[in-house]
């Protein structure tokens, strides 16, 4: 067989005759034996922004995250993959990935797409994804037919029905927590510069993509935190988790602030300072605790200088004709709360107590199951340096360092790209014969079956 930069060099050399015939034979071989097709990742990279050029808003609600250039890939790719939430943090969000080719490249090759829809607006999500439809037929012709689309999620059943009439495709679903884990494997052991870990001296350090990842913990956050421990391809266990998590954050601070989405409140939380809400060590020793390796900013209490710093404030108001009890009733806008606390530090400080509690309790299963490798995932993390620092740093402090926290650039799309790579023949799989089919992992490529 020949080897993927061979291939390649075919694919330059050869004339638009026989690339023509080439691409007739690969769509025809797609469409009857669909899920054959092997995703080369040999030479993928992560296209990085231009700082120069910031991102343009969409018309149509879609937001475009980093893509995924996969310049060896030739073969006809004939789905899509869609990991539609159920409502979370900040309501519910549509997630795609596609991959396209780059027709007014000469450069083979193509890239593999992420974009994210609030599932208020699923109609324009599968407005885009007719789109794709539509761009997939006209380049590869008309005996293409339809893109299957592989589903997971809630979404996945909320939505079929609709996603059949408007797309007119073949639906698949598929396990959400068989995606999440195949998605997060994918990432990890095929694309450069795509997990990294956090230090305050090196915020992004990038990880080497690697075969030999098992056992790791994933911890997956989003409405509420689910704690999978994998042991291999295919084998996991979920062993724990909290209901404290995104959720909580979103709930407790649409009460406490006036921010209208999640997103809001990160950026609240990026400029806050929790010192003015929570009670430190320094706030207790007057410095360091250095005898139990506890810093001055460490936080002792969470919240815990709200209840007297408030009460100092009402007394002070009545001391003062501060307004009445009839008069603070009428005022809607604000409470007396928001009028000591800052929004921005409420949203520091609570972000923090939820990331530190996740980050423990984290650590403690990785601890009890013995799991030195710590993924964390899920629409909570969102590239929140804050959010980051805190999960890792919790783990660095409860295991001195012998645990390692991982981040992902992908984090939110684990799933569809692991619906993505389960695409497979009809009759094939879990639905089957999954047993009979020969598991062969090559270094360089995924089978989408």
Known sequence: MASVSEAAAAAHAEGPRDRLERKASTIDHTILSPGTVAINVQGAFIVDAD???????????????????????????????????????????????????????????????????????????????????????????????????????????????????ILGAEILREDEMDCLIMGLDFFITEIPREVFTYDDTDPMHFEEARADIYPYLLVNIGSGVSMVKVSGRREFERIGGTSLGGGTLWGLLSLLTGARTFDDMLKMAEVGDNGAVDMLVGDIYGADYSKIGLKSTTIASSFGKVFKMKRQGETHAEDHGGLSHECREEDNDV?????????????????????????????????????????FGGSFIRGHRQTIQTLS?????????????????????????????????????????????????????????
């Open 393 to 449: 740093y919790a783990i660095n402090f409860w295991s001195k360092r012998e645990k390692k926290a991982y981040f992902l650039r992908h984090e939110g799309y684990l799933g569809s790209v692991g619906a993505f790579l389960k695409r497979q023949p009809r009759n094939w799989g879990r639905r089957n014969s999954f047993e009979e089919y020969p598991v062969v992992r090559p270094t360089i490529q995924h089978r989408e079956g």
């Open 335 to 375: 409470s007396d709360s928001q009028a000591i606390f800052k929004p921005e530090d409420i949203s520091r400080s609570l972000l923090y107590a939820v990331s530190n509690n996740i980050g423990q309790i984290a650590y403690l299963q990785s601890e009890k199951h013995n799991l030195e490798h710590i993924y």
């Open 51 to 165: 700082p120069s050029d910031p991102p343009t808003p969409s018309d149509d609600g879609a937001q475009h995250d980093t893509d995924i250039r996969l310049p060896n890939h030739i073969s006809v790719v004939s789905h899509v993959a869609l990991d539609a939430s159920l409502p979370h943090i900040g309501g519910s969000l549509a997630k795609l990935v596609y991959f396209s080719h780059e027709p007014d490249s000469k450069d083979p090759g193509g890239r593999l797409n992420f974009v994210k829809y609030e599932t208020d607006e699923i109609n324009q999500c599968l407005d885009f994804i007719k789109k794709v439809q539509h761009d997939f037929e006209a380049q590869n012709g008309s005996r293409s037919g339809k893109m299957s689309i592989m589903a997971t999620g809630g979404g996945a059943y909320k939505y079929y029905d609709r996603m059949r009439k």
